[in-house]
């Protein structure tokens, strides 16, 4: 069986780190190192062609540059200095649709290694406060080293559990944006996706952190998951989502995922939807962005999924979830 050609393509995705620099002086350092630029894409199709070394500015994400998916910058100065972040373009969306003002309070539930918090702090422009908790010791000191390296303030980090923070604490009290990125399955990763389909040989094993993006990496003895194993990782997400939405002051969430698999996706936002009555409602953003929600309830189209065959990306999964009602009252 040969290993999905759609797979393979998906380009190497650079974000333009705000907080230290901007898109211009971006392109202009990478056409000192011999890059051609060929300006905003327009489609697809132009980031699909790409080869050498040449790069685009991507169509939908104002900050996002797009270049063949060979390409290895993490030995590049603009990376090791937080001018730039390796990031994918699904994994962008998240933050990007949460939008929040600056001044806002935001929490980012799960927050390690820190993509989406350093995004957020871009989009804060460092102004308003982030709480970012991650339960993993090891993934917090990861996140802490990034952030710095991003050059992110306004930031408290916390090795902690997010089930257990109290949304009733007047610290929090503040907080109208969180974004929930919760552990999941990791079906919509390229690189474990590809292992449950085949490979040829030759192949690099994960946690090579220079493995290129879109390149094809075997994980021995992965498989798909197993039903009770998304039945347990869709319990642990619905009770993250509804956590997040006991916040009292909440008006705006992100729920996101790098999973393909609708138990993950729809079903935990179905169901918690549904769990909270009338309080929140799904909002439909992105209209230009053609891959959407599975139609497995009414409204499910708001959504907005990713893959490498439809957008050129990993696997993904957002809704954004706002609230409707003043005064919402936790599901008892
Ligand atoms: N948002 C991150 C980013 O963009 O860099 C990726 C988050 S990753 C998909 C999920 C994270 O959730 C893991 O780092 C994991 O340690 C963390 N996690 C799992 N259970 C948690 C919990 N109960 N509270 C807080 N974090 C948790």
């Known amino acids: 069986q040969a290993v999905s050609p759609t797979a393979t393509q998906v380009p190497r995705y650079v974000r333009v780190n705000t907080l230290k620099t901007c898109v211009d002086d971006v392109i202009d350092f990478f056409k000192r190192q011999g890059y051609s630029y060929l300006g905003k894409a327009v489609s697809l199709e132009e980031l699909k062609a790409l080869s050498g070394k040449k790069f685009l500015l991507d169509l939908h994400l104002p900050e996002l540059l797009v270049f063949p998916s060979q390409t290895d910058l993490h030995d590049n100065l603009l990376y090791t200095s937080g001018h730039i972040i390796l990031q994918d373009k699904a994994s962008c969306l998240p933050a990007f649709l949460l939008d929040p003002a600056a001044g806002s309070h935001v929490i980012d539930a799960c927050a390690a290694p820190g993509n989406k918090t350093s995004h957020l702090a871009a989009i804060l422009k460092n102004k308003g406060q982030i709480f970012a908790f991650d339960v993993d010791p090891k993934r917090v000191a990861t996140t802490n080293t990034l952030l710095t390296r991003a050059g992110v303030t306004g930031c408290q980090l916390a090795q902690q559990d997010f089930l257990t923070v109290d949304p009733r604490d007047p610290k929090y009290s503040r907080v109208t944006h969180i974004l929930v990125d919760p552990s ?19 192949l690099q094993t994960p946690g090579d952190s220079s493995c290129p993006a879109g390149m094809v990496t075997r994980v021995p003895g992965e498989e798909a998951p197993s039903a009770e194993r998304l039945q347990a990782l869709a319990g642990f997400q619905r009770r993250v989502l509804s956590h997040a939405l006991s916040f009292p002051a909440l008006q705006r969430l992100v729920y996101s995922t790098c999973s393909l698999h609708q138990e993950e996706n729809e079903d935990v936002v179905q169901s918690v939807l549904q769990d909270w009555g009338s309080a929140f409602r799904l909002v439909t953003t992105f209209p230009s962005w053609s891959c959407r929600g599975l139609a497995v309830f009414p409204g499910a189209e708001s959504c907005l999924r990713a893959s490498p065959a439809e957008t050129l990306t990993h696997g993904f999964f957002v809704a954004v979830l706002e609230l409707c009602r003043e005064g919402a009252a936790a599901p008892s």
């Open 184 to 202: 999941c399955s990791g079906s919509g990763n390229v690189r474990l996706q590809l292992l449950t389909w085949s490979w040829a040989g030759g």
